[in-house]
């Protein structure tokens, strides 16, 4: 059974860079029909989609995010990690790493399945 | 791009049916059948219950489906059970920026 484990620093400094990583066992994370992605909740507030990466390193990113967040993978250690620049109070938000689920050229579908969530704070 | 929109909460007893909307947009819901949801309970990691509008995963209820009619898709759970007490999340690929869309989230309570 997949299984996915996020781990990091729960505080981070303003300005600095949010780093996670995501382990994933019970399963290869070189798989031609899945990405693997990154979402965030903030407190009291939805889900919201980072971005996702093939193993090939194919990644796609939303837009609001894309020019501080960088997605990278490691086959040989079957993990994928976060990196998200600069950031702010407004970064403060539990962090799911999940298998994502891609038809075709990039048409992104289902997450299944997801970490249990880390939740980082943006604190000085 | 906005989110999808969901009520804030929701409500019923034991053994009712409830059904959560989540609308969206041309951009969306309305043209894709990638809909997806999602359950949330605190602590735990979120879980797949319907893909592709209203296709059930392996090992999950039959209790739940889902359906879309235009741009509403929706998700109803029947004879309601206290262990279905959580968040729920609708999400869609938009042809936005934004390419993964969530909704705000729906508070089901189980009365």
């Known amino acids: 059974q997949l299984q996915l484990q996020e781990s990091g620093p729960g505080l981070v400094k303003p300005s600095e860079t949010l780093s996670l990583t995501c382990t994933v066992s019970?399963?290869?994370?070189?798989?031609?029909?899945?990405?693997w992605g990154w979402i965030r909740q903030p407190p009291g507030k939805g889900l919201e989609w980072i971005g996702s990466m093939s193993y090939s390193g194919k990644t796609y990113y939303t837009l609001s995010l894309k020019s501080r967040v960088t997605i990278s993978v490691d086959t040989s250690k079957n993990q994928f990690s976060l990196k998200l620049s600069s950031v702010t109070a407004a970064d403060t938000a539990v962090y799911y790493c999940?298998?994502?689920?891609?038809?075709?050229?990039?048409?992104?579908?289902?997450?299944?399945?997801w970490g249990q969530g880390t939740l980082v704070t943006v604190s000085s | 791009q906005s989110a999808l929109t969901q009520p804030a909460s929701v409500s019923g007893s034991p053994g009712q049916s409830i059904t959560i909307s989540c609308t969206g947009t041309s951009s969306d819901v309305a043209t894709y059948d990638y809909v997806s949801w999602y359950q949330l309970h605190p602590g735990k990691a979120p879980k797949l219950m319907i893909y592709d509008v209203s296709n059930r995963p392996s090992g999950v209820s039959d209790r739940f489906s889902g359906s879309k009619s235009g741009d509403t898709a929706s998700l109803t759970i029947s004879g309601l059970q206290a262990e279905d007490e959580a968040d729920y999340y609708c999400s869609s690929y938009t042809t936005t920026t934004t390419l993964v869309l969530f909704g705000g989230g729906t508070k089901l309570t189980v009365l």
């Open positions: 019970g399963g290869s994370i070189s798989s031609n029909s899945f990405y």
């Open positions: 999940a298998r994502h689920k891609i038809w075709g050229n990039f048409y992104p579908n289902w997450f299944d399945p």
